[in-house]
C-alpha cells in the first residue's frame, strides 16, 4: 500500500493602497497590494504549509520565520521551491494541491491558468494536478470589504 498524506493549510494578509499584489506567483495589477514580510503571497504561504503540513515538518513559520531579514520582501516562488524540496528528501512525492483565493476584487479568472502553471513550475509537477480557485464572499467579512485576502489550500502527497 502506498503511504498517502493530506495537508491543509490556510493564511491570511491585510491589503493596503499602494503595494504589489502577487497571487500564486503572479503580480496582479491593483490599487491594493498586501502587507507582508515577504512579498505576501498568500496562495503561496497557504499551499506550502498544506505540503508542510502533509510531511508532518511544521508550518512555514517555522522554516521561514518572518522576523529573518533573510525573507524579508522575498519572492515566495522561492519559498516554494525550498517547500518541495523538503517534502522531496523525507521521500514523498506530490500527487495534486487545490487552492481556494477569496477576495472581493479584482477579478481573479483571467490569472488562474497562469497561477497554475507558476505553481506547478515550481514543484515540479504537471498543471494539471494544480487547482487554483477564486471566489468572493458576497461583500462579506474582512475579504468582502477589501481589508484582506484569505485562502485554503491542500495537498496531497505520497511516498516514493
Known sequence: MTDFRIGHGYDVHRLADGLRLVLGG???????????????????????????????????????????????????????????ALVRAKGYAIGNVDCTIRMQRPKLRPY???????????????????SVKATTTEKLGFEGREEGVSVSAVALIYRL
Open 26 to 84: 503572479v503580480e496582479i495589477p491593483h490599487s491594493k497590494g498586501f502587507v507582508a514580510h515577504s512579498d505576501g503571497d498568500v496562495a503561496i504561504h497557504a499551499l506550502c504549509d498544506a505540503l508542510l503540513g502533509a510531511a508532518a515538518l511544521g508550518d512555514i513559520g517555522l522554516h521561514f520565520p518572518d522576523t529573518s531579514d533573510e525573507f524579508k520582501g522575498m519572492d515566495s516562488r522561492i519559498l516554494l521551491r525550498r517547500v518541495t
Open 112 to 130: 488562474i491558468d497562469r497561477m497554475r502553471e507558476a505553481l506547478a513550475a515550481d514543484m515540479g509537477i504537471d498543471t494539471d494536478r494544480v
